[in-house]
């Protein structure tokens, strides 16, 4: 496995997995053995993308979680996991500041995903049609509404979010965080929903509008 730690790195088609992947545990593996399944549908090469850091460190010190490995422990597991590139972005002031759909396109500029993993308490899939479809917890405490189905019921299967299929949005980008969820649709227009004490004040500014607030 190749190992960046710069955050440097370029790929012409890749299966990217994103998260802290902290102690690598079996909800990790399991997005893990789904990035292999889709390298061997695409042949692209599996990068997880994670930052050196837990953001939180510097974002808010006081609520930073406690982690249960080191950055070499997890490079050690990801590469037991089957992974062919470890790729740790620093999360400095600069990253922090950035809007989200600058990383997000950096990502997609670097890397060229052919497929994208992720998952924590909520999980959203975007059809080829445009429409975004969720399922996971709707209601904790930390993600509240993060399904974006407007309550904070759980949701077993994938459910369409249904105020942008009503309205007719297409979605071109999706980014899901840990408590909220962004969703860039072909004109432009930014959507928003989930718990938002955890987003940096520039970030709403950005939000222009939102199929559910809290």
């Known amino acids: 496995m190749k190992v960046i730690l710069n955050g440097k790195h370029r790929e012409e088609s890749s299966v990217l997995a994103l ?40 974002i808010a010190p006081e609520k930073a979680p406690r982690l249960l490995t080191t950055l070499e422990e997890r490079i050690s597991l990801i590469s037991h996991a089957g992974a062919d ?7 400095d002031e600069q990253m922090r500041d950035q809007p989200p759909e600058c990383y997000v ?6 890397l060229h995903p052919k497929a994208i993993v992720c998952g924590y308490n909520h999980t959203a899939a975007l059809s080829d049609e445009g429409y975004v479809f969720t399922w996971g917890s709707g209601g904790t405490m930390f993600n509240a ?3 974006g189905h407007g309550d904070k019921e759980h949701q077993a299967t994938p459910v369409v979010v249904d105020y942008l299929y009503d309205n007719g949005i297409k979605i071109k980008k999706l980014c899901s ?18 718990r938002g004490e955890y987003v940096p004040p520039h970030f709403t500014a950005l939000m222009r509008r939102a199929p559910w607030q809290r």
Do not use: K
């Open 177 to 194: 965080g840990c408590h909220f969820m962004l969703a860039l649709a072909e004109n432009g227009d930014l959507y928003s929903w989930g």
């Open 105 to 110: 396109g950096e990502l997609v500029r670097r």
């Open 145 to 147: 509404g993060a399904l």
């Open 85 to 91: 590139v470890f790729l740790a972005m620093p999360f």
């Open 19 to 58: 998260g802290m992947f902290d102690g690598v545990h079996i909800g990790h593996q399991v997005l893990l053995e789904r990035a292999r399944t889709l390298h061997l549908r695409y042949g692209a090469p599996v990068v997880v993308c994670t930052f050196a850091r837990h953001p939180m460190e510097l």
